[in-house]
């Protein structure tokens, strides 16, 4: 793959290859995050009742509000429409006590209780311990999972768990007839983007810890390279390429320095004090 594809974490470490698709990568991650959460938000109103006041931004929530809004008036111009406008075949009604619309009016509740019960937790932090938590799982669901393989650890919860929890209790309903097939095809989505957006938010918190030790890997070898003691292998590791026998020792330093000047700060600590002395 090459450099202007993608960056290795070596690259992110060292300040190598193109910082602008560093932050396009990033950015992306956030984004597809964000998509799941808008519309996988109405199902953790009711898988994580307790979340904290800050897990869900004002962004997400507006555009959680829209959707279902918009799925809900869909759903209703579908039932009436011709099929060849999109709506049923002649005959075929959508069966189901429970449609979109219900699925919208009861987002829409959730929104109001639960809108007053964070507005209550601003004016009292004190209630809270971490604003950005989700909050503890239903207890029969924590005590089902419990049951099951690495069911009290909380990423494959979120991830595997609680998602299946949804589609198997769709399915269900579905042919118990108590949802309409459009609210069960919008369950289901919402229960496959709950795993993705879960398992970013996993893979997030996994890169910035594999960075720091990236950081802490890379901190000897980048100060064997200012003194010329760093092997070829070494440098290798990190995709720095060797020095020229006759470069002076300021010059490598000084190279090392800009080389790693685009460091975030948390990892230009692990460096910069051996980079002084030997630039000194």
């Known amino acids: 793959m090459s450099t202007d594809q993608a960056q290795t974490p070596q690259q992110s470490i060292l300040g190598g290859g193109n910082l602008s698709v560093q932050q396009t990568y990033e950015l992306g991650l956030k984004v597809v995050q964000g998509i799941c959460s808008i519309i996988a938000l109405p199902i953790e109103y009711a898988l994580r009742p307790l979340f904290g006041s800050r897990y869900f931004n004002p962004i997400t929530t507006f555009f959680s509000c829209v ?73 029969f669901l924590a005590a089902l999972f419990a049951r099951l393989p690495h069911g009290h650890r909380f990423w494959p919860v979120r991830i595997v768990y609680e998602p299946l929890a949804i589609i198997i ?60 003691t760093a092997t070829e292998d070494d440098m290798a590791r990190i995709h720095l390429a060797g020095f020229p026998k006759s470069l002076s020792p300021e010059l490598k330093a000084a190279a090392i320095a800009q080389r790693t000047g685009v460091l975030p700060p948390h990892i230009a600590s692990l460096v910069s004090p051996v980079d002084e002395r030997e630039a000194a």
């Not at 918009?70 to 429970?98: D, E, Q, Y």
């Not at 810890?209 to 070898?221: E, F, K, T, V």
């Open 67 to 139: 959707l279902m809004f918009v799925l809900a008036g869909a759903g209703a111009l579908g039932s009436f429409m011709p099929s060849r406008f999109g709506g049923p075949p002649a005959g075929v009604v959508h069966r189901g006590l429970i449609g979109l619309a219900t699925l919208s009016a009861l987002f829409f509740l959730g929104n109001i209780i639960h809108g007053v019960r964070v507005y209550r937790r601003m004016l009292h932090p004190e209630r809270e311990a971490h604003s950005e938590f989700e909050g503890p799982a239903l207890p």
């Open 169 to 228: 209790a769709t399915v269900t309903l579905s042919v118990l007839g108590v949802l309409n097939r459009p609210a069960a095809m919008y369950l289901l989505t919402a229960a496959v983007l709950l795993s993705i957006k879960c398992a970013m938010e996993w893979y997030r918190a996994w890169l910035h810890i594999r960075i720091l030790l990236d950081g802490q890997a890379a901190a000897p070898i980048i100060a064997a390279a200012i003194k010329g």
